[in-house]
């Protein structure tokens, strides 16, 4: 089956511009959950959707929001774009939010990688 | 505060030898333990997982030992091969939060043919 797909995969912003990146999880799959990387650094939790609702949400100023649609595809938006949002964002999707074997597992997508000029 | 750590940025070992990677965490409210790979311009593909409730399990050439005193979780890979190159996560989440995990900065294995 089709995995994770993200898009884009690369683009360029400068500063104070807005980004959409979109996510597509495995189908039947109902929570997808977004990450940045930074150089150097583990991937930091931005947010969990499930069945359209926001279950969970990291430490990320408000500039950083989401959205999850009914087929369970997903969107990430970062608004007024800072150079330090420069970062690959991983989506990734699982197939149910309690319990169970294979649960805690995430798949994730290629990422899309983000640089701000 | 760094729920999950994984001290070592590096490792390199030669090909056929163990790999042993480690992890330790703080929070003991975490339910499963996971490892995933990651190669350049790729995304993390899980590799191994544990229950909190295990203190061993295997899959072929990897095996996952916690240690749940100590906080403390370890991979090893038997033998190490060239194709094992790559940064390995060491992530940790609850019960009823999989979307949430909480993973180290990572530990990029040089597998040296």
């Known amino acids: 089956k089709a995995g994770v797909t993200q898009t884009p995969r690369y683009l360029i912003k400068t500063r104070g511009q807005q980004v959409t990146l979109s996510c597509s999880p495995i189908?039947?799959?109902?929570?997808v959950s977004w990450y940045q990387q930074t150089p150097g650094q583990g991937l930091q939790f931005l947010f969990e959707?499930?069945?359209?609702?926001?279950?969970n949400k990291g430490n990320f100023p408000g500039r950083f929001s989401g959205r999850q649609f009914s087929n369970s595809r997903s969107e990430m938006n970062v608004s007024t774009l800072e150079l330090g949002d420069s970062a690959l964002y991983l989506c990734?999707?699982?197939?149910?939010?309690?319990?169970?074997?294979?649960?805690?597992?995430?798949?994730f997508g290629a990422g899309s990688r983000l640089t701000v000029l | 505060d760094q729920q999950v750590k994984q001290n070592s940025p590096s490792l390199s070992v030669q090909e056929g030898r163990i790999s042993i990677l480690n992890c330790d965490y703080t929070?003991?409210?975490?339910?499963?333990f996971l490892w995933y790979k990651k190669y350049p311009a790729e995304g993390p593909t899980f590799l191994i997982s544990?229950?909190?409730?295990?203190d061993k399990n295997e899959d072929g050439r990897f095996t996952v030992f916690l240690n749940k005193s100590a906080k403390h979780l370890s991979l090893h890979i038997v033998p190490s091969q060239p194709g094992d190159s790559a940064v390995y996560f060491c992530?940790?989440?609850?019960?009823?939060?999989?979307?949430?995990?909480?993973f180290g900065d990572g530990t990029t294995l040089t597998v040296k043919p």
């Open positions: 544990i229950s909190s409730i295990k």
């Open positions: 929070n003991s409210m975490f339910d499963y």
């Open positions: 992530a940790a989440s609850g019960m009823t939060n999989a979307g949430k995990s909480t």
């Open positions: 959707y499930f069945s359209e609702t926001q279950r």
């Open positions: 189908s039947g799959h109902r929570s």
């Open positions: 990734a999707s699982s197939p149910r939010v309690a319990g169970g074997s294979g649960a805690n597992v995430l798949t």
